[in-house]
Every structure is written in C-alpha cells, then in structure tokens.
C-alpha cells in the first residue's frame, strides 16, 4: 500500500509540470487498482487538469451503481480546493447517486466539504452558512451525522474575526432552534 500512495505523491508533484499535464488522465485510463485510479482522479480534479470531466464521467458511468466506491467519487470533488467546488457540491447533491438519509454518502460529499479548509472558511462565508444548514437539515435525518458534521467548527476560536463572527450567528442559530438535537446541541463550541 505503501508504494500506491508514493505513486500518487509523485503524481501530484508532476502534475504541477507543463509538461506533465496529461500524465494523470494516463494513469487514470491505465489504473488496474483502485487506488492507483482515486490517485488520479484526486490530481486531475485538484489541478483542474485536461481530461477531469471525461474521466469523472467515466468513473461515474462504471461504477454509479456501487454506493461504496461512489463514496470516494464525491469525496474527491467535494476536496477540491477550486472555487468552483462549491457550486459542484450543489449540483452533485441533485444527483441521483448521493441520498441525503445514507450516512456514509452524506459524510463522503458534505463532510468532505466541511473538512476542505479552503472552501469551507471562505471569505464569503458561503461555505460555513451552507454547513450550517445542512447540519440543520440533516439532524433531523441523522443527529449522529449532524453532530460530526457540526465539528467543521472546531477551529472556531482560531478564525480571523470577520468568519468568526459568521461562524458564531450560524452556531447560534443551530443551538437556539427547538428543533436542534441533543447530538448536535451537545457539539456547541461557542463557549470561550
């Protein structure tokens, strides 16, 4: 396991390099594993490489009717550090792959945004303000899912003062709702 995951590394490293651009759509097509084919996928994805959207869709087409390895399909563009990755995770919440009321999914596309650092502390506040609704809508789905999905806010005390400040109106929002579970209020990390 330990040689795939040096491959990936190497991977990513010359996928920076012009002239390496289209090695990972390579690797991707000649993958005979799953790892070495996520790797891929993982490069083309965070570089926004030539070849991404053909090989999602071709990941998609091969494997959209197995939840586990699908998992990993929507962890990866939901890591993505691209500004674009936002609006994807919108769309791929649409998809008739991803069910809301199936823990494991709901952890593979929204917690993968939750623990992606650029996206979720954006300056917008848009990444905070949309965990924070799907922390609302799924607690009343799965408490336990909302709960660890709340932890996105753990580095509370540490924001810089403009995303603390929309970080504490969304917690408290979540807290103060009589609709809040036991599970999620219990993950109240305002306290200073």
């Known amino acids: 396991m330990g040689e795939r995951k040096l491959r990936g590394f190497a991977l990513a490293c010359l996928s920076t390099v012009e002239e390496h651009k289209e090695l990972a759509r390579e690797c991707f097509k000649y993958a005979t594993n799953m790892t070495d084919m996520m790797n891929s996928l993982s490069v083309m994805v965070n570089e926004n490489l030539p070849g991404c959207q053909e090989s999602l869709k071709e990941f998609y087409d091969k494997f959209k009717d197995q939840t586990l390895v699908m998992q990993k399909w929507l962890s990866v563009q939901a890591s993505s550090c691209d500004d674009t990755t936002f609006d994807k995770v919108q769309e791929l919440m649409k998809d008739e792959v ?28 848009r990444g905070m303000k949309f965990i924070a609704e799907m922390i609302r809508k799924v607690d009343a789905i799965n408490p336990q899912s909302a709960s660890r999905l709340a932890g996105a806010f753990n580095d509370y005390r540490k924001m810089p003062a403009d995303l603390k400040e929309i970080a504490k109106a969304e917690l408290t929002a979540i807290v103060e709702s009589d609709k809040t579970s036991k599970n999620v209020y219990e993950k109240d990390i305002r306290r200073e």
């Open 98 to 125: 991803f069910d809301m009321n199936v823990p494991n999914l709901v952890s593979a596309l929204i917690g993968s945004f939750a623990r992606n650092k650029v996206q979720f502390n954006h300056e917008s506040g």
